[in-house]
């Protein structure tokens, strides 16, 4: 079905339309619409025209409503002021147009197949440590933007660049081969399966080891140090052992991404060894096309703006003096293979705000190069930090940074909590489901709901809480609608044009009818906070609307199918959008 008009798309094309009627010179004046609470609607354009044509304001408004025809969509246009036109739609418009988003799948929200493609790189652990709290916003903050992306008709590539490669790898790796079985799992000569846990738990165990080795013993470490170079060499013993912790790390990071509900495919798992066999070649077309140049021996790129304490250039260090590739090599190859070998139009980088300088040099280089240009862009989606509810970084008791796998554990036994308290027949297994959804779904949503750009605080009992902005609150609205369908008997959702509305079941209408319009504002510009807002705003309305219009207990029976509709289109909004953010809807809580 092809997308619905909102009505304030259709409102503009009235407003267009009497403006070229009672101006012919307008062109294509703006009429600056906005929703207001003065009516549905306030057009403030006019001023501006006026001004450009030096007439009277008022006067010109006055022509402008004369001189748009009938029509069943705005009931009232009163000039105000100066000459700002309040708009009021009709009571059957509102409900013509939610019934024909109601008749679609995707609730009439516009899809364009031919949008681009989009590389996301989100979701970064690193090779044999363990995640943090640092970990979660990229993830969290990515996939989202991931499901808005494609629901809006995006091609999204998911890149999940690991931190897999490194001098670190040389200590790990001839400590292995020195002991050897420090990464087995054997049960009586049988591979066994094993948790995300234990193999986080034999990897901690095997770099605390290592690490001591090294610090405590020079011959370990001159050995360690050679193992570097096999490795950077293609080594095949050493490949093969590198290739044990990578897979060792990732049963430990999927368990992770697991328990977030969020879905991590092995393809696109690209980490920064995945890059190696282009750093040579992107560092020869740098310095041979004199992006890059030399300075003390390393291959650097220089930026008027990009100045040290001293005052003197900083530079974007490609290769260092020594040979070895530093980040910048590593990053840049990566936009060369994303542009050039999955055609993308759009990076798309979920990374840390402390990391916004090394960005930008790398994204300047990259344009100076001519491998991203005015057909291919790249944007950090910078984020914040997350604070603990002191206002500092989030660190244990013992200043150390928080697991995040027990951050999600205490979200989900808080929930579980909550929803034992609230819940009517429910089974313990059904109590731990619903606990688990609806602990994840509070960590997720108090991450998106805060604009990405923002630091936040981490107060699990705020998250977890059935009042204010929460999930929790959106998803008891949902699970409080789906209440009221099973409840509805022989009774149906049906929509009923001809039927008057109150205040509240208007406000409600046209917050409904504004999705379509704010996922492709949030698709835009990067912003799943604003789909969050709106979800929020939505469960409120409809709140409103509970509070205040019997539904199963209305005047007539078309009034009960008007307002089951009004509940039922409210559900499959709130279950669309969050699902869009990675949050479950559970029917019942």
Same mark, same amino acid.
């Given at each position: 079905?092809?997308?619905?008009?909102?009505?304030?798309?259709?409102?503009?094309?009235?407003?267009?339309?009497?403006?070229?009627?009672?101006?012919?010179?307008?062109?294509?004046?703006?009429?600056?619409?906005?929703?207001?609470?003065?009516?549905?609607?306030?057009?403030?354009?006019?001023?501006?025209?006026?001004?450009?044509?030096?007439?009277?304001?008022?006067?010109?408004?006055?022509?402008?409503?004369?001189?748009?025809?009938?029509?069943?969509?705005?009931?009232?246009?009163?000039?105000?002021?100066?000459?700002?036109?309040?708009?009021?739609?009709?009571?059957?418009?509102?409900?013509?147009?939610?019934?024909?988003?109601?008749?679609?799948?995707?609730?009439?929200?516009?899809?364009?197949?031919?949008?681009?493609?989009?590389?996301?790189?989100?979701?970064?652990?690193?090779?044999?440590?363990?995640?943090?709290?640092?970990?979660?916003?990229?993830?969290?903050?990515?996939?989202?933007?991931?499901?808005?992306?494609?629901?809006?008709?995006?091609?999204?590539?998911?890149?999940?660049?690991?931190?897999?490669?490194?001098?670190?790898?040389?200590?790990?790796?001839?400590?292995?081969?020195?002991?050897?079985?420090?990464?087995?799992?054997?049960?009586?000569?049988?591979?066994?399966?094993?948790?995300?846990?234990?193999?986080?738990?034999?990897?901690?165990?095997?770099?605390?080891?290592?690490?001591?080795?090294?610090?405590?013993?020079?011959?370990?470490?001159?050995?360690?140090?050679?193992?570097?170079?096999?490795?950077?060499?293609?080594?095949?013993?050493?490949?093969?052992?590198?290739?044990?912790?990578?897979?060792?790390?990732?049963?430990?990071?999927?368990?992770?991404?697991?328990?977030?509900?969020?879905?991590?495919?092995?393809?696109?798992?690209?980490?920064?060894?995945?890059?190696?066999?282009?750093?040579?070649?992107?560092?020869?077309?740098?310095?041979?096309?004199?992006?890059?140049?030399?300075?003390?021996?390393?291959?650097?790129?220089?930026?008027?703006?990009?100045?040290?304490?001293?005052?003197?250039?900083?530079?974007?260090?490609?290769?260092?003096?020594?040979?070895?590739?530093?980040?910048?090599?590593?990053?840049?190859?990566?936009?060369?293979?994303?542009?050039?070998?999955?055609?993308?139009?759009?990076?798309?980088?979920?990374?840390?705000?402390?990391?916004?300088?090394?960005?930008?040099?790398?994204?300047?280089?990259?344009?100076?190069?001519?491998?991203?240009?005015?057909?291919?862009?790249?944007?950090?989606?910078?984020?914040?930090?997350?604070?603990?509810?002191?206002?500092?970084?989030?660190?244990?008791?013992?200043?150390?940074?928080?697991?995040?796998?027990?951050? #999600?554990?205490? @979200?989900?036994?808080?929930?579980? $909590?909550?929803?034992? /308290?609230? &819940?009517?027949?429910? =089974? *313990?297994?059904?109590?731990?489901?619903?606990?688990?959804?609806?602990?994840?779904?509070?960590?997720?949503?108090?991450?998106?709901?805060?604009?990405?750009?923002?630091?936040?605080?981490?107060?699990?009992?705020?998250?977890?809480?059935?009042?204010?902005?929460?999930?929790?609150?959106?998803?008891?609205?949902?699970?409080?609608?789906?209440?009221? #369908?099973?409840? @509805?008997?022989?009774?149906?959702? $049906?929509?009923?044009? /001809?039927? &008057?509305?109150?205040? =509240? *079941?208007?406000?409600?209408?046209?917050?409904?009818?504004?999705?379509?319009?704010?996922?492709?504002?949030?698709?835009?510009?990067?912003?799943?906070?604003?789909?969050?807002?709106?979800?929020?705003?939505?469960?409120?309305?409809?709140?409103?609307?509970?509070?205040?219009?019997?539904?199963?207990?209305?005047?007539?029976?078309?009034?009960?199918?008007?307002?089951?509709?009004?509940?039922?289109?409210? $559900?499959?909004?709130?279950?669309?959008?969050?699902?869009?953010?990675?949050?479950?809807?559970?029917?019942?809580?």
């Amino acid at each position: 079905m092809a997308s619905v008009p909102s009505l304030a798309s259709t409102v503009q094309q009235r407003l267009a339309e009497g403006l070229s009627a009672a101006v012919p010179d307008a062109g294509t004046a703006d009429p600056l619409l906005r929703r207001s609470d003065r009516a549905d609607f306030q057009a403030n354009g006019i001023l501006a025209l006026a001004k450009r044509l030096k007439g009277n304001p008022r006067e010109l408004a006055t022509q402008v409503v004369s001189a748009i025809p009938a029509n069943d969509v705005l009931a009232d246009i009163e000039v105000s002021g100066p000459g700002f036109l309040n708009i009021t739609v009709s009571d059957a418009a509102i409900v013509r147009t939610l019934a024909a988003r109601a008749a679609d799948a995707r609730l009439g929200v516009p899809f364009n197949p031919s949008a681009g493609t989009t590389v996301i790189d989100y979701a970064q652990p690193n090779v044999a440590k363990e995640m943090h709290v640092g970990h979660l916003r990229s993830a969290v903050i990515g996939a989202a933007m991931v499901e808005i992306l494609e629901f809006t008709g995006e091609t999204v590539v998911r890149r999940h660049h690991i931190g897999d490669w490194g001098t670190q790898f040389g200590m790990l790796i001839q400590y292995l081969i020195e002991h050897p079985h420090e990464l087995d799992h054997k049960a009586d000569g049988a591979d066994v399966e094993v948790s995300g846990e234990e193999a986080m738990s034999n990897l901690n165990r095997l770099y605390k080891a290592s690490r001591a080795l090294f610090d405590a013993d020079e011959e370990f470490k001159t050995r360690a140090r050679a193992r570097v170079v096999d490795l950077q060499a293609g080594d095949p013993e050493t490949l093969a052992l590198w290739q044990r912790f990578v897979d060792e790390s990732k049963i430990y990071f999927y368990s992770v991404f697991e328990k977030l509900d969020m879905d991590i495919r092995d393809p696109d798992v690209v980490g920064e060894s995945g890059y190696n066999d282009m750093l040579q070649e992107t560092c020869s077309l740098l310095e041979e096309s004199g992006v890059a140049v030399r300075s003390e021996g390393a291959l650097c790129v220089f930026f008027d703006d990009v100045k040290g304490p001293d005052g003197n250039p900083t530079p974007l260090i490609v290769q260092k003096s020594d040979g070895g590739f530093g980040y910048a090599a590593t990053d840049l190859s990566a936009i060369r293979d994303r542009v050039g070998k999955l055609n993308a139009s759009t990076l798309l980088y979920v990374v840390d705000a402390r990391q916004s300088l090394h960005f930008k040099m790398v994204f300047e280089t990259a344009r100076r190069a001519g491998w991203l240009n005015d057909d291919v862009k790249a944007v950090q989606l910078a984020f914040g930090t997350v604070l603990g509810k002191d206002g500092k970084p989030f660190k244990t008791r013992e200043g150390e940074t928080v697991r995040l796998v027990d951050l #999600l554990d205490e @979200a989900i036994e808080r929930a579980s $909590a909550v929803v034992r /308290e609230k &819940a009517q027949d429910l =089974s *313990e297994e059904e109590i731990a489901e619903r606990g688990t959804q609806v602990g994840i779904g509070a960590v997720k949503y108090a991450d998106l709901s805060t604009s990405a750009a923002r630091d936040y605080k981490f107060d699990l009992d705020q998250m977890v809480s059935l009042h204010g902005d929460t999930s929790v609150y959106l998803q008891y609205a949902y699970a409080r609608i789906q209440s009221i #369908l099973r409840k @509805a008997g022989d009774a149906r959702p $049906a929509a009923h044009p /001809e039927l &008057a509305l109150v205040p =509240s *079941e208007r406000a409600l209408g046209l917050h409904l009818d504004s999705f379509g319009d704010l996922l492709q504002e949030t698709a835009e510009e990067f912003a799943p906070h604003k789909l969050a807002s709106y979800l929020y705003q939505l469960a409120s309305h409809y709140t409103t609307f509970y509070s205040e219009c019997p539904v199963l207990k209305a005047d007539t029976p078309e009034q009960v199918e008007n307002r089951l509709f009004l509940c039922d289109l409210t $559900a499959r909004t709130l279950h669309q959008g969050m699902a869009l953010l990675g949050i479950r809807t559970p029917e019942r809580l």
